[in-house]
């Protein structure tokens, strides 16, 4: 088993930033992706940005150029800079992990998954 804590998210204005963070904890030895997804009311859970244990990673378009994901293997925790937030980007943002090494944009494809943080950018 795998544990996920997140902490970051919050309310700010369009134009700024956040930094969210995920720390694992448990079978950690197991982790091969480490990925953000986000889901808006309404609306289906997308992958925001993910990065295997090398460092590869992969994001969506919307955010390409604003947010960028990191991860410190040593810490068992990754990261999700997000600058230039725009009220679209509004929604629950969950940490989750798959064991297989192989990036993957579909939900299905990951084992644990976070509580979840609200992040809200206002217009």
């Known amino acids: 088993q795998v544990q996920l804590v997140e902490s970051g998210g919050g309310l700010v204005q369009a134009g700024g930033s956040l930094r969210l963070s995920c720390a694992a904890s448990?079978?950690?030895?197991?982790?091969?992706?480490m990925g953000w997804f986000r889901q808006a009311p309404g609306k289906e859970r997308e992958l925001v940005a993910a990065?295997?244990?090398?460092?590869?990673?992969t994001s969506a378009d919307s955010v390409k150029g604003r947010f960028t994901i990191s991860r410190d293997n040593a810490k068992n925790t990754v990261y999700l800079q997000m600058n230039s937030l725009k009220p679209d980007d509004t929604a629950v943002y969950y940490c989750?992990?798959?064991?297989?090494?192989?990036?993957?944009?579909?939900?299905?494809?990951?084992?644990?998954w976070g509580q979840g943080t609200q992040v809200a950018v206002s217009s």
């Open positions: 990065v295997t244990w090398s460092g590869t990673t």
């Open positions: 448990g079978r950690t030895d197991s982790i091969g992706v």
């Open positions: 989750a992990v798959r064991q297989n090494p192989f990036l993957s944009l579909l939900p299905g494809a990951y084992d644990y």
